[in-house]
C-alpha cells in the first residue's frame, strides 16, 4: 500500500510503500506516542502526532484543513468499512496542497 508522508522538519512530501497500516507502522512513522486523525474529505484522512504542537519546527497548513497542523503526517483513505485503504490523493496533489509554517 502507498502511504503519503508529510515531513515538516525537512519540508517534504513523499510516498512509501508498507504492507499494513497498523499501530506499530504508525508510531514509528511519526515518532510519537499518541496520535490523532483529521478528515481531509469523504474518503481520505491524515494521521498526525497528536503531540506534534509541542515540537519545534514542524508546522504545515494544508488545503481543505482550516488550521496549523504540526509533526509528521501520513495521508490515507478509510473504505465503507472503516478500514485503512490508500489515499486517493498522490503525493503531488499533497505536495501542491501542503504549505510549510515557520513559527518563531
Known amino acids: 500500500m502507498q502511504v503519503i508522508k508529510i ?3 525537512n519540508k517534504e512530501v513523499f510516498s512509501q510503500h508498507c ?5 506499530d507502522y504508525i508510531y514509528n512513522e511519526l ?3 499518541c496520535f490523532c486523525m483529521v478528515r481531509l474529505d469523504e474518503k481520505n484522512d491524515l494521521i498526525l502526532d497528536d503531540n506534534g504542537l509541542l515540537k519545534p519546527n514542524s508546522y ?3 488545503d481543505g484543513y482550516g488550521g496549523t497542523l504540526a509533526g509528521y503526517g ?9 478500514e ?5 490523493f498522490s ?3 499533497i505536495q501542491q496542497r501542503v504549505s510549510f509554517v515557520d513559527i518563531v
Open 91 to 93: 503525493p503531488q496533489e
Open 31 to 33: 515518532n510519537c506516542e
Open 60 to 62: 504545515f497548513q494544508i
Open 7 to 9: 515531513d515538516p522538519y
Open 19 to 23: 504492507d499494513m497500516v497498523d499501530l
Open 84 to 88: 485503512t485503504v490508500e489515499s486517493s
Open 74 to 82: 501520513l495521508v490515507v483513505a478509510h473504505d465503507d468499512e472503516g
